[in-house]
């Protein structure tokens, strides 16, 4: 069974530039969630996904980050305009939605993203 | 506030040697969970301990929960050059739908 995987490993942008991550979680996972780590700090939610549908945004830092899911398959997190602060490394990770099951979440190996 | 404090921030040990790492958090939890991220690498589940839980051993790890002082020690037995990596704990609330992480405790093992 393939793992979660993210794309890219790296990123390297100017301020102002558009990014975009994209991650696959694990098949048959309804579970899709996104965290980062900034300056070596702790990791932070950013969003939840059952299937399509977001389930919790609270962790969006501001509304220059926009997260899809559409098909309810890979998700895709885009970061417009890049700013300095969202420097880091993006976590995506997905889980089963039965209970149970749905707290072993699964981790991809991260986007570092470099914001100069 | 922040859920999931790790204790300390930094460890260096030599290899053989017993590493031992604290978490404490702040509201009710469902269980705690901690992980591993090695340089470079995505996060690794470790082990996952349930409230009604007190200890529980994987291999070469043992981990305990005092949900009494909210806490939680990871201990690392017979420390190997290759457990040299960043150690997270986190926290599934009881009423939550997401982890809460600490900052992570820095082990490094010489050797």
């Known amino acids: 069974e393939a793992g979660v995987t993210q794309f890219p490993s790296h990123s390297v942008i100017e301020k102002g530039q558009t990014v975009t991550l994209r991650c ?3 098949s048959g996972h309804d579970n899709l969630y996104w965290y980062r780590r900034v300056m070596g700090k702790e990791i ?4 939840h996904f059952v299937k399509e549908s977001k389930q919790d945004e609270s962790g969006m830092p501001n509304n220059r980050f926009l997260a899809e899911r559409t098909g309810g398959t890979y998700s895709t997190l885009k970061v417009q305009p890049a700013e300095l602060e969202d420097s880091g490394v993006y976590f995506c990770a997905s889980s089963h939605v039965d209970r149970g099951r749905r707290e072993t979440q699964y981790f991809g190996p991260g ?6 | 506030s922040q859920q999931g404090e790790e204790d300390p921030q930094a460890l260096s040990i030599q290899e053989g040697e017993n590493a031992t790492m604290n978490c404490s958090y702040k509201t009710s939890i469902n269980n705690l969970q901690w992980y591993r991220q090695n340089s470079g690498r995505g996060l690794v589940h470790l082990i996952l301990i349930r409230s009604n839980e007190r200890e529980k051993h994987s291999g070469r790890l043992r981990v305990t929960l005092d949900t009494s002082k909210k806490s939680s020690s990871l201990l690392i037995t017979a420390s190997r050059a290759a457990d040299t990596a960043s150690y997270f704990c986190a926290t599934w609330e009881t009423s939550g739908s997401r982890l809460t992480f600490g900052e992570g405790t820095q082990l490094t093992v010489n050797p």
């Open chain 1, 24 to 26: 696959d979680p694990i």
């Open chain 1, 44 to 47: 932070k939610f950013l969003l």
């Open chain 1, 111 to 116: 986007t570092r993203l470099l914001v100069l």
